[in-house]
């Protein structure tokens, strides 16, 4: 149902098309177990806009999850710039980087739920952590976010005895529970049946425009992801190597995407590791 | 060349691994405060480390105890002095064995148990999650345990303890025929409070401090794979033990010493 | 709700249980129950030969323990061992003495014992001194003894009864009997076992 025209302009209004994540000229490197840095970004410059979702994709190991936390503050960025909302996330002190992730969810490609306490409890946590509300509005608002991924039912089952996509809605319910502007997705799509997958994508797409979120989704899983994203960033290597809407990179030119969009085993991606020639290996030196 | 270079490496690796269980430490202490409001954690945990070590000290506690009796009998005898036997037991778990003993088993069975719930939450990104939820892992999940742990360590040497002597009670008394009031008095005048009694407990609070600390550390710096949780679990108990034996002698020449 | 009702009675029960251990441990198996009289009164006494008597060890009258030895030390002039003890005034009472020391009598002169803070009977006319005294007389007498052959020892004291004058809190024992070394009795019979065969 379409709302009327007047409240729909102020709305627009009140949103206006600004940034809530800024990256730019973004470095990052791992320290890898035997002491020694791997670099994973090289100057990365990333634009989400308010309301949107969009995609980051890439092959695995291209430091996707970890642009995630970098924008969490779990991380420090080597160099450049993570703004989100206005606040430069690297240099904020613990207590403002805490009420900034307030109004952040993340989903974890695990779930992360805490397996110690029921579905209820799980989506109740950052209600109790956060807020001192008497048990009833508590229980209320655990209902509805429950009730808005679908598992009001499931309320009193343990993490343990959930399958995997109901673990990641529950986890999705919880991300939402303090109302937060942005939920980041860490591969929601992974190892999923194609049934939960439809309902992640429904929810996905469902929660972003009613609770007028932002959405970061993070996958390479290509058709889902593109089917819901407003806007997509596809990195390899360290690097942005396409950007543009899901139907602006199906029509792009460039051999690494179009090897990424349409999954094919050879081309600028190689299909062989790095090695020195099989001949030379095979007749020894 | 290369060797010495390796070692060097090393022994920065062991300071900068004591250097974070410093900070660590510091953090989690600092969550202290905010437990006040919210006892049902500490309850919680409590349950956990404290309620589910008690069959292992309860049994352990009594079996050392008869062992003694048993054991400082057969001495005693030959030189007629059976009816010391109160004071050898009880002086001997008082001032060692309870706080030693008891420290052992927690770490064995509380400790590990500690790594291994703190270690799995780390791989499973439970405590990223809640870190993301704008909710300090270390302040929610690992200060209440550690006030747990510290709480329930003197506690459960005084109960093995205790135990102890009433085991030694059992075999010395009933069974080899020691008298009753001689078994009780000369305990009673030989075991003094401060000297005996205070510094076996002070024991037991330091080594519930440290053994609780290894292991909550152990569990959190773990590498968040099964096979860094196993690790870390095996460290926890071998480093918790040495720790424990270790502070016990130097607490010994503290206390006891000249 | 209901497990974690029995969480909670479980931890409760699990501390409870742990300082019930604790207080067995001082009161029961220890001796905190002896330290709590810190209300008593000194007492002194030399010795040439203090054994192996230590502080803490008992002091007893009649086998009933009245106090503790409180200081052990070396008098430098007279190289005897000085020994302090504190006597619990709930086992061994302070009392009214006359202005010359000497235990009040009533009206039929038979001795009366009047306790510390109380004054004269009424009706009587008897100038009390203004501290209290001991129940033990001047010519009191400390000895350490040995708890069974290779026991621990202690202060055994006799309240005389010679003299007429009451010992004040403070003073010292002057009559005492030094420990008796195994070693000295062992050998003194020995001693006397050869002269008697010769």
Not at chain 1, 59 to 86: A, E, F, N, W, Y
Not at chain 1, 111 to 127: C, H, K, R, S
Not at chain 2, 121 to 138: I, R
Not at chain 3, 150 to 179: C, H, K, N, W
């Given at each position: 149902?379409?709302?009327?025209?007047r409240?729909?302009?102020?709305?627009?209004?009140?949103?206006?098309?600004?940034?809530?994540?800024r990256?730019?000229?973004l470095?990052?490197?791992h320290?890898s177990?035997?002491?020694e840095?791997l670099?994973?970004?090289?100057?990365?410059n990333?634009d989400?806009?308010r309301g949107?979702?969009?995609?980051?994709?890439g092959p695995?190991?291209?430091g996707?999850?970890t642009l995630?936390?970098?924008i969490?503050g779990?991380?420090?960025?080597g160099?450049g710039?993570?703004?989100?909302?206005g606040?430069?996330?690297?240099?904020?002190?613990?207590?403002?980087l805490?009420?900034?992730r307030k109004?952040?969810?993340?989903?974890?490609?695990?779930g992360?739920l805490?397996t110690d306490?029921t579905?209820f409890?799980?989506?109740?946590?950052p209600?109790?952590e956060?807020?001192?509300l008497?048990e009833s509005m508590?229980r209320?608002?655990?209902?509805?976010k429950?009730h808005?991924?679908?598992?009001?039912?499931?309320?009193d089952?343990?993490?343990?005895?959930?399958s995997g996509?109901m673990a990641r809605?529950?986890?999705?319910?919880?991300?939402?529970?303090?109302?937060?502007?942005?939920?980041?997705y860490?591969?929601?799509?992974?190892?999923?049946d194609?049934?939960?997958m439809?309902?992640?994508?429904?929810?996905i797409?469902?929660?972003?425009?009613?609770?007028?979120l932002t959405?970061?989704?993070?996958?390479?899983?290509?058709?889902e992801?593109?089917?819901?994203?407003?806007?997509v960033?596809l990195?390899?290597?360290?690097?942005?190597?396409?950007?543009?809407?899901p139907?602006?990179?199906?029509?792009d030119?460039?051999?690494?995407v179009r090897q990424?969009?349409?999954g094919?085993?050879?081309g600028?991606?190689?299909f062989h590791?790095?090695?020195?020639?099989?001949t030379e290996e095979?007749?020894?030196? | 060349?290369?060797?010495i270079q390796q070692?060097?490496?090393?022994?920065?690796?062991?300071?900068r691994?004591?250097?974070?269980?410093q900070?660590?430490?510091?953090h989690?202490?600092?969550?202290m405060a905010?437990?006040?409001t919210?006892?049902?954690?500490?309850?919680?945990?409590?349950y956990?480390v404290?309620v589910?070590s008690?069959?292992?000290?309860?049994?352990?506690g009594?079996?050392?105890?008869?062992?003694l009796?048993?054991?400082g009998y057969n001495?005693?005898?030959?030189?007629?002095?059976?009816?010391?036997?109160g004071?050898?037991v009880?002086?001997?778990?008082?001032r060692?064995?309870?706080?030693v003993?008891?420290?052992?088993l927690y770490?064995?069975?509380?400790?590990?148990?500690?790594?291994?719930?703190?270690?799995l939450?780390k791989a499973?990104?439970?405590?990223s999650?809640?870190e993301?939820?704008a909710?300090?892992p270390?302040?929610?999940?690992?200060s209440?345990?550690?006030l747990a742990?510290f709480?329930?360590?003197?506690l459960l040497?005084?109960?093995f303890?205790v135990?102890?002597?009433?085991g030694g009670?059992f075999?010395?008394?009933p069974?080899?025929?020691v008298?009753?009031?001689?078994f009780w008095s000369?305990?009673?005048a030989?075991?003094?409070?401060?000297?005996d009694i205070?510094?076996?407990?002070i024991?037991?609070v330091v080594?519930?401090?440290?053994v609780?600390?290894?292991?909550?550390?152990?569990g959190?710096?773990a590498?968040p794979t099964?096979?860094g949780?196993?690790?870390a679990t095996t460290r926890?108990?071998v480093?918790a033990?040495l720790?424990?034996l270790g502070?016990?002698?130097?607490?010994?020449a503290?206390m006891?010493?000249a | 709700?209901?497990?974690?009702?029995?969480v909670?009675?479980?931890?409760?029960?699990?501390?409870?249980?742990?300082?019930?251990?604790?207080?067995?441990?001082?009161?029961?198996?220890?001796?905190?129950?002896s330290?709590?009289?810190?209300?008593?009164?000194?007492?002194?006494?030399?010795f040439?030969?203090?054994g192996?008597?230590k502080?803490?060890a008992p002091?007893?009258m009649?086998?009933?323990?009245?106090?503790?030895v409180?200081?052990?030390?070396?008098?430098?002039?007279?190289?005897?061992a000085i020994?302090?003890?504190?006597?619990?005034?709930e086992?061994?009472?302070?009392?009214r003495?006359t202005?010359t020391?000497?235990?009040?009598?009533n009206q039929?002169?038979d001795?009366?014992?009047?306790?510390?803070g109380?004054?004269?009977?009424?009706?009587?006319?008897?100038a009390?001194?203004?501290?209290?005294a001991?129940v033990l007389?001047e010519?009191?007498a400390?000895?350490?003894?040995?708890?069974g052959?290779?026991?621990?020892q202690?202060?055994?004291?006799?309240?005389?009864?010679?003299?007429m004058?009451?010992l004040?809190?403070g003073?010292?024992?002057?009559?005492t009997q030094?420990s008796?070394?195994?070693?000295?009795?062992?050998?003194q019979?020995?001693?006397?076992?050869?002269?008697?065969e010769n």
């Amino acid at each position: 149902m379409q709302k009327p025209y007047r409240q729909r302009r102020g709305q627009k209004r009140r949103r206006a098309p600004d940034l809530l994540v800024r990256i730019r000229n973004l470095e990052f490197s791992h320290e890898s177990r035997s002491g020694e840095p791997l670099r994973l970004f090289y100057g990365i410059n990333l634009d989400i806009h308010r309301g949107k979702i969009v995609a980051i994709m890439g092959p695995s190991g291209t430091g996707k999850t970890t642009l995630l936390r970098l924008i969490g503050g779990q991380l420090h960025p080597g160099s450049g710039t993570i703004q989100v909302d206005g606040e430069d996330v690297p240099t904020l002190d613990n207590k403002s980087l805490y009420s900034l992730r307030k109004r952040m969810g993340m989903l974890f490609q695990s779930g992360a739920l805490l397996t110690d306490m029921t579905v209820f409890e799980n989506v109740a946590f950052p209600l109790r952590e956060h807020t001192t509300l008497p048990e009833s509005m508590v229980r209320d608002m655990v209902l509805m976010k429950l009730h808005a991924v679908g598992l009001r039912g499931a309320r009193d089952l343990m993490p343990s005895e959930l399958s995997g996509g109901m673990a990641r809605r529950v986890a999705l319910a919880r991300a939402i529970a303090l109302d937060p502007m942005m939920v980041m997705y860490d591969e929601p799509f992974t190892g999923q049946d194609p049934i939960s997958m439809g309902v992640l994508m429904k929810l996905i797409g469902e929660l972003n425009r009613t609770l007028r979120l932002t959405s970061i989704i993070v996958s390479h899983d290509v058709e889902e992801t593109m089917a819901i994203a407003d806007y997509v960033y596809l990195l390899s290597e360290g690097r942005v190597v396409g950007r543009g809407t899901p139907q602006q990179l199906q029509q792009d030119g460039s051999a690494w995407v179009r090897q990424f969009v349409e999954g094919e085993p050879d081309g600028p991606v190689p299909f062989h590791y790095p090695a020195q020639p099989f001949t030379e290996e095979l007749l020894g030196e | 060349m290369e060797r010495i270079q390796q070692l060097l490496l090393q022994l920065f690796s062991v300071f900068r691994r004591l250097g974070r269980g410093q900070l660590f430490l510091l953090h989690l202490l600092g969550g202290m405060a905010s437990l006040i409001t919210r006892p049902g954690l500490v309850v919680r945990q409590l349950y956990s480390v404290g309620v589910h070590s008690l069959v292992i000290i309860v049994v352990s506690g009594i079996f050392v105890g008869m062992v003694l009796g048993l054991q400082g009998y057969n001495t005693l005898v030959d030189f007629g002095a059976e009816e010391s036997l109160g004071v050898l037991v009880a002086l001997s778990l008082v001032r060692e064995l309870g706080p030693v003993v008891a420290a052992l088993l927690y770490a064995g069975r509380a400790g590990s148990a500690l790594t291994a719930e703190i270690g799995l939450m780390k791989a499973t990104e439970q405590l990223s999650g809640m870190e993301m939820m704008a909710v300090d892992p270390v302040r929610r999940i690992v200060s209440p345990r550690f006030l747990a742990g510290f709480i329930s360590m003197p506690l459960l040497a005084a109960i093995f303890t205790v135990l102890g002597v009433f085991g030694g009670y059992f075999v010395a008394v009933p069974l080899l025929g020691v008298d009753d009031g001689a078994f009780w008095s000369q305990m009673q005048a030989r075991v003094d409070f401060y000297d005996d009694i205070l510094n076996g407990i002070i024991k037991s609070v330091v080594f519930g401090f440290v053994v609780t600390w290894i292991a909550l550390f152990e569990g959190y710096d773990a590498t968040p794979t099964s096979e860094g949780v196993s690790r870390a679990t095996t460290r926890t108990v071998v480093h918790a033990s040495l720790a424990v034996l270790g502070f016990d002698f130097i607490l010994t020449a503290l206390m006891f010493g000249a | 709700m209901g497990q974690n009702r029995t969480v909670e009675i479980l931890v409760g029960l699990f501390m409870g249980l742990g300082i019930v251990a604790l207080l067995v441990l001082a009161f029961y198996v220890g001796n905190l129950s002896s330290y709590n009289n810190d209300t008593g009164y000194h007492l002194e006494a030399r010795f040439d030969e203090i054994g192996g008597l230590k502080v803490r060890a008992p002091v007893t009258m009649a086998g009933v323990q009245i106090g503790r030895v409180t200081a052990v030390y070396l008098d430098n002039l007279e190289y005897r061992a000085i020994v302090e003890m504190k006597i619990d005034p709930e086992k061994l009472s302070l009392q009214r003495v006359t202005e010359t020391g000497e235990q009040p009598l009533n009206q039929d002169g038979d001795p009366m014992l009047i306790p510390c803070g109380e004054g004269a009977p009424a009706g009587s006319e008897i100038a009390l001194f203004p501290e209290c005294a001991t129940v033990l007389y001047e010519d009191a007498a400390a000895s350490i003894l040995t708890a069974g052959m290779l026991g621990e020892q202690y202060i055994g004291l006799e309240p005389g009864g010679g003299a007429m004058v009451f010992l004040l809190p403070g003073d010292e024992i002057r009559m005492t009997q030094s420990s008796i070394a195994l070693e000295q009795v062992i050998g003194q019979f020995l001693f006397n076992q050869v002269d008697k065969e010769n």
